[in-house]
């Protein structure tokens, strides 16, 4: 059973560097070294990280997460979120909640430039949460949406954590982004809904408060400016690689070159906002290409150990039917959303699941939405989810009990559609199957 020691050994170190507050993508490279050093000896040891990590940073298929990134952040740059939410307050009327329901629709479409769940949550709560407060929403409306919509930023494409899960998961990148629409428009759907009951329901969580009349022109003015651009963007992106025309990479800088013709029609292409959003893609990019380097690693290692041969064995011999082999899978990932970022589960959990999900006969693309959504929960779940602190910076006098209760509703409405997509594959798969070769 040398190989349980070997898993052994791995866990309780990660665990002991993560206590002592190291870096989770340093903590695995050091670890790897480590291990590469103890299974293929002194130099041969230290070839083999170099070439891992040779190989795994020139893969062509990773040209799509920078390129992602960047057109993400000249659109974020240029200053577009807080008009898109001031376009979409113009459209909403009387409709019970109408606030909750403006943050879930101004979450689906920051999700379009931020791609970050944390991104997302802070650019909600600092531009709406002031506002809700002062028409007299209680947080129950107003942490509770914004927590929810900020999940929305990894589940509408294009997604970078999205393209980080196929990439190190060996599913496609084009299939997944296109996989992850249906069931993140209906997470979108699902909490609007909730908001409009809940707000009928219960008035006073959410008073109904007079409202400007505006004109269809000045609306359409508003939304021609500000929302349809950025649509035709998306659209553009998505439909390029849904119809087989490009691949994800030409697709990525067709949408930069359109992130850079929106910022210069609105007169913000400065040398300023390109070198910001060189500087945020570096930065983001560096740190996925270090979690990229160190997770093929892991694979590698975890393969040469036998590792992985003997757990694919155990789940073949094992009595338990899949399904509660896939809820354990999608319940540790849940648990380490309370501790960790996205990218760092990814990089500890799939060179695991994804040898098991194929010994199971799981549809990689279903798998890895239901793991993309799981991730998303645990990032809003208390006690320690990290975007529960994210909203306690925004708003530093609401208690953290605020935080966990108005979090709740929600984190079961996203259990019930994981329960959904369980039971209908078909919502993570009818679209990929639809895509042209």
């Keep these: 059973m040398e190989w349980v020691q070997t898993l052994i050994i791995i866990v309780v170190g990660l665990f002991l560097l993560l206590l002592i507050r190291t870096p989770v993508a340093i903590a695995f490279t050091f670890l790897n070294i480590i291990a590469a050093l103890y299974l293929w000896g002194g130099d041969a040891g230290l070839i083999q990280v170099t070439k891992s990590i040779k190989s795994s940073v020139t893969s062509f298929s990773l040209v799509p997460i920078p390129l992602f990134i960047f ?3 000249i659109m974020f740059q240029c200053g577009l979120a807080p008009r898109m939410i001031e376009t979409l307050d ?27 769940s944390m991104g997302s949550t802070a650019i909600l709560g600092s531009t709406l949460l002031p506002q809700m ?12 949406p914004i927590l929810a919509s900020g999940v929305l930023a990894a589940m509408i494409p294009p997604s970078a954590i999205g ?16 996989a992850i629409i249906i069931p993140g428009l209906l997470m979108a759907a ?3 809904a909730y908001v409009i009951i ?29 929302i349809l651009p950025l649509g035709l963007i998306i659209f553009l992106v998505i439909g390029l690689i849904f119809l087989g025309i490009a691949t994800p990479t030409e697709s990525a800088a067709m949408g930069i070159l359109g992130s850079i013709i929106l910022a210069a029609f609105h007169r ?9 959003s060189l500087i945020g893609t570096i930065k983001i990019s560096g740190r996925i290409l270090l979690i990229i380097t160190g997770s093929r690693l892991f694979s590698e290692i975890l393969s040469f150990s036998g590792v992985t041969r003997n757990l694919v064995k155990v789940i073949e011999n094992v009595q ?40 199971l006969g799981f549809d990689p693309l279903w798998f890895g939405v239901l793991i993309l959504i799981s991730i998303e929960i645990g990032f809003i779940s208390p006690p320690f989810g990290l975007g529960l602190f994210v909203m306690k910076s925004v708003t530093p006098e609401t208690s953290m009990r605020q935080i966990y209760t108005a979090a709740l509703p929600f984190i079961a409405i996203y259990l019930v559609v994981i329960a959904f997509i369980i039971l209908f594959p078909e919502v993570a798969t009818w679209l990929p199957s639809m895509m042209s070769e």
């Design 71 to 73: 057109m993400g952040e």
């Design 90 to 116: 113009k459209w909403f009327g009387k409709v019970p909640g109408r606030l909750g329901i403006m943050t879930v629709s101004g979450g689906t479409l920051l999700s379009t430039l931020t791609g970050s």
């Design 133 to 144: 407060r002062q028409k007299g929403y209680k947080h129950q409306l107003t942490i509770g």
């Design 163 to 178: 393209v980080l899960l196929a990439s190190i998961g060996g599913i496609s990148i084009g299939g997944f982004l296109i």
């Design 190 to 192: 699902s909490i609007g």
């Design 198 to 226: 809940r707000a009928k329901l219960q008035p006073e969580l959410a008073p109904v408060y007079e409202v400007e009349s505006v004109s269809l022109s000045e609306k359409m003015k508003y939304t021609i400016i500000y």
């Design 268 to 276: 913000k292409l400065g040398m300023d906002t390109l070198k910001k």
């Design 320 to 359: 338990f039917a899949p399904i509660y082999i896939l809820l354990i899978l999608l319940g540790v990932t849940l648990i380490l959303g309370f501790f960790m970022d996205g990218l760092s589960i990814l990089m500890v959990t799939l060179p695991i699941y994804m040898p098991i999900a194929a010994t």
